[in-house]
């Protein structure tokens, strides 16, 4: 079975520049979630959407962040412009149901790894 | 304000002995703790969990403990193996009382030493 699957895996790109990263969750899953990885904040949850829809966007950063989600079987967090404060990974997960217990987990993609120069 | 905190970043082990990760949450609301495996390069696999009506979770070589009332959980794996080296996250959520997302520590890289 196919896991969470984003594109691209490594992103580097120049200061002031769109970036946009790209997830495919596991079909039938009904949440899907946006999470950034640093050294000093370690994983924290930037959006999470629910049949498509967001649900709670507290944790995107600033408004160069925006996430949709046009169908189930595909989202996008786009960056613009962006900035070198902005370089982490970004990691996308989906659930059945929120994954907030051992049968719902959360399955987390492998990452993309972006570097803004 | 971090609701998770895993105080520890690094932690090495030899190779059978026990390693022991902690993690501490301060939002008495949360009733579903869960543990997260990460090796470089990939994404986190969930490894075990524990219930708050529960004080122990065991799954093979892995055993969760909850102390609610200290708001602190552990996770012993015995024996490390080298395999077993990794980044763990704790996360926890209110399953039962909001149904919330998961909230993350920034967790504990173990070195398993051969």
């Known amino acids: ?117 | 304000d971090q609701q998770v905190k895993q105080n520890s970043p690094s932690l090495s082990v030899q190779e059978g002995r026990i390693s022991i990760l902690n993690c501490d949450y301060t939002n008495s609301m949360f009733d579903y703790f869960l543990w997260y495996k990460k090796y470089p390069a990939e994404g986190p696999t969930f490894l075990i969990s524990i219930s708050s009506i529960k004080d122990k979770n065991e799954d093979g070589r892995f055993t969760v403990f909850l102390n609610k009332s200290a708001k602190h959980l552990s996770l012993h794996i015995v024996p490390s193996q080298p395999g077993d080296s990794a980044v763990y996250f704790c996360a926890a959520s209110a399953y039962d009382s909001g149904n919330t997302p998961l909230v993350f520590g920034k967790g504990t890289r173990l070195s398993v030493i051969a």
């Open chain 1, 1 to 117: 079975d196919a896991g969470v699957i984003q594109s691209p895996r490594h992103e580097v790109t120049e200061m002031g520049q769109e970036v946009t990263l790209r997830c495919k969750p596991i079909s039938g899953h009904d949440y899907l979630f946006w999470y950034r990885q640093t050294m000093m904040r370690g994983l924290e949850l930037l959006i999470y959407f629910n049949n498509n829809v967001p649900i709670d966007d507290s944790g995107m950063p600033e408004d160069r962040f925006s996430a949709k989600m046009p169908n189930a079987s595909f989202s996008t967090l786009k960056i613009q412009p962006s900035e070198p404060r902005d370089s982490a990974v970004y990691f996308c997960a989906s659930s059945l149901g929120q994954g907030g217990n051992s049968n719902q987990p959360q399955h987390f993609g492998d990452g993309t790894r972006l570097s803004i120069l």
